[in-house]
């Protein structure tokens, strides 16, 4: 996730956080792991969008894995100079 998210988007800062363990026995946790996901993400990329073009963005970058892999994922992306 983060070689593609960094590909993608080149960012400035990126923190990827597994909350996967925090979800067992719950929807979406099926035992393999890395299921739910926090994501803080500061980019230029992003600089002039809205939030949902910025997780668009994210979500083009990840591809197939937010189908497969991913069940779910807090977004948190920025542009810089932005809180």
Known sequence: M???????LVPIDLDLHDDSELHRGHAGHDGRGESHFSLRLT??????KSRVERQRMV???LGEL???????????????GEK
């Open 59 to 61: 979500y083009a970058a």
């Open 2 to 8: 983060i070689r593609r998210l960094t590909e993608a």
């Open 66 to 80: 937010m189908v497969e892999r991913v069940h779910a994922l807090s977004i948190k992306a920025t542009a810089p």
């Open 43 to 48: 980019s230029a990329a992003f600089a002039g």
